[in-house]
């Protein structure tokens, strides 16, 4: 990436120091989605998931020509794997977390008709309206009455959601209308109708809010159900006539671990790497996408919401199981066990005896033993010289103790072989439990050729 590239797309200060260390701060606004990455970005996205133009600004810096190959092996709803494609680049992804594996498989799919999506579309919302209409609940509904029971999810299901994230007669149109949108399971634009009911659960549908955590806001009683999933239709159909009639490249996302790639990737075929891996914190980042994830079926109980914590990188203390052993991989690693032992003995001294808070310590060495083993398996996947950023945060969500994610992670990274290029401030955030800003940074690797 050059001065000059970063000046025209991040308009703040650039500078380096003595270490290599570069900072390209470009604000705390500047994490948003900007308006013209909206159309196909905006499907589906985390509130926290960095933005399309940082994906561009790296595949400039790592003079990415056609026919390369980018990996977003931590894809989430697939930033990465999107904007490659659309700057004319191979790409692949790898996601554990069910919902966020099938967004990005579905917005990386420009395979279909825009005009029969919003035609199917205009049905299935047609039919809705009618069953509501027959039950009494036009839509917004008038009377406050319906002639039937409204409809509800499964017990277990219902006790995986976070409480009160959907109110009971929101609930009841989206799962009529899921019902229509089943019989198009057949049709290729089934899974843009199935996001397109995610996103619109997450954004407009339920109650909640999004900051720090995510939580139940303003509760809504009653929203027009069916009018804002067949306006997100029609936004993906718009969008897909902008791509149509391009040849853009071939787009794959893998449902997998990104600790353990050996059998999901073929080796030397990665000439970059752009992604961000979850922080060390006690973000729970199924809770994010519990709501969309339990409603459309991706999983229906607890037991099947453990089973997908167990494929994730352990970033927080509720995804922590006895038999986890990745922190063996940094067991070495002088600086990352002192950190640790620093927060356990500030657990002790601060008197904290929690279950959780008697995990921080352990969740701190599965998380960087985690990202050891995915940067040890990584290599047999990359082609020599291959380029790497990795979008990661500085955290002390354990008891106020710092942890540099970013320095740590290129210390682990350098032992296992790879070159560090440089470090690069992406942003600042404040943190409200130390009352200071953390440095979100961009650890910018490189595998010798």
């Avoid at 000046?7 to 003595?18: G, Y």
């Avoid at 905006?42 to 133009?53: A, Q």
């Avoid at 303003?218 to 040849?247: F, Y």
């Avoid at 356990?344 to 995990?359: A, C, D, N, P, V």
């Amino acid at each position: 990436m050059t001065r000059q590239a970063i000046q025209h797309h991040l308009p703040l200060n650039e500078f380096s120091d003595a270490d290599g260390r570069r900072d390209v701060h470009i604000g705390k606004r500047q994490n948003s989605l900007a308006p013209q990455d909206r159309p196909i970005h905006d499907w589906y996205r985390f509130v926290l998931s960095f933005p399309p133009h940082l994906v561009r600004e790296y595949i400039d810096d790592f003079q990415l020509a056609d026919g390369a190959t980018v990996l977003d092996p931590f894809c989430g709803t697939g930033t990465t794997v999107v904007e490659a494609k659309l700057q004319g680049l191979e790409s692949i992804g790898i996601e554990a977390n069910l919902f966020p594996h099938f967004a990005s498989c579905v917005k990386t799919d420009w395979s279909m008709n825009p005009s029969s999506l919003a035609e199917k579309a205009a049905e299935i919302a047609g039919n809705t309206q009618r069953i509501l209409s027959d039950q009494g609940l036009s839509d917004p509904m008038s009377d406050g009455s319906a002639s039937l029971p409204l409809r509800k999810l499964p017990e277990a299901a219902t006790k995986t959601l976070i409480k009160n994230s959907i109110s009971p007669l929101p609930l009841h149109r989206t799962l009529v209308l899921l019902e229509q949108i089943s019989r198009f399971h057949h049709c290729e634009e089934h899974g843009h109708f199935i996001l397109a009911l995610g996103n619109a659960l997450v954004n407009e549908i339920g109650n909640l809010r999004f900051g720090p955590e995510v939580g139940v806001g303003k509760i809504k009683t009653d929203v027009p159900v069916t009018d804002i999933w067949k306006n997100q239709v029609r936004k993906m159909a718009d969008d897909l006539r902008e791509v149509q009639g391009a040849d853009y490249p071939t787009s794959k996302v893998h449902l997998a671990d990104a600790r353990d790639l050996g059998s999901t990737l073929e080796p030397f075929s990665v000439d970059a790497v752009i992604t961000s891996p979850p922080y060390p914190n006690e973000k729970d980042y199924t809770r994010t996408t519990r709501l969309e994830s339990v409603i459309l079926g991706f999983y229906e109980d607890m037991a099947q919401l453990r089973r997908v914590k167990k494929t994730l990188l352990r970033s927080n203390t509720r995804g922590i199981y006895t038999s986890d052993n990745d922190d063996k991989w940094v067991s070495g690693h002088t600086r990352i066990q002192q950190i640790a032992e620093r927060i356990e003995q500030r657990r002790i001294r601060l008197g904290k005896t929690s279950g959780f808070e008697k995990l921080y310590s352990r969740a701190t060495k599965l998380y960087f033993g985690g990202m050891a083993r995915h940067f040890a398996l990584l290599r047999h996947v990359l082609k020599p010289g291959a380029s790497l950023a990795y979008v990661v945060g500085d955290q002390a969500s354990y008891l106020q103790v710092m942890i540099r994610t970013g320095e740590l992670l290129a210390e682990i990274a350098q032992d296992l072989g790879y070159q560090l290029v440089r470090i690069d401030l992406f942003r600042t955030r404040f943190a409200t439990a130390t009352q200071r800003e953390l440095r979100e940074e961009v650890v910018v690797l490189k595998w010798p050729g």
